[in-house]
């Protein structure tokens, strides 16, 4: 069993920063990937950012490209999400993933969740 803890979010200003963390424990950490989700109030949960736990390999989806990075540390079990020129748009709850397998696309282990507020 995967434990996943996200910290980091908190309330800023548009255009303001923030860089959210993922620390995976329990099992040793060998998932395929983790992967960043957010959902909005009255929204769906959407995909953000996944990269691969080996490879460091990264995908981002269209609206947060060149302001969001998502990377890894394979030694500390931690993944992180570095959010720049934040905007309104981007307040949500966020919440960190992992997905065991590179052959069935569906994240296996999620945590509670960070809330994010960007302010105008």
Request: charged letters at 20%; a positive charge.
């Amino acid at each position: 069993q995967v434990q996943l803890v996200e910290s980091g979010g908190g309330l800023v200003q548009a255009g303001g920063s923030l860089r959210l963390s993922c620390a995976a424990s329990g099992r040793t950490f060998s998932s395929y990937s983790m992967g960043w989700f957010r959902q909005a109030p009255g929204k769906e949960r959407e995909f953000v950012a996944a990269i691969t736990w080996r490879g460091g390999v990264a995908t981002l989806t269209d609206s947060v490209k060149g302001r969001f990075t998502i990377s890894r540390d394979y030694d500390k079990n931690t993944g992180y999400l570095q959010m720049n020129s934040l905007k309104p748009e981007d307040t949500a709850v966020y919440y960190c993933a992992a997905r065991d397998s590179a052959y069935v696309p569906r994240y296996n282990y999620w945590g509670q969740g960070t809330q994010v507020t960007v302010s105008s």
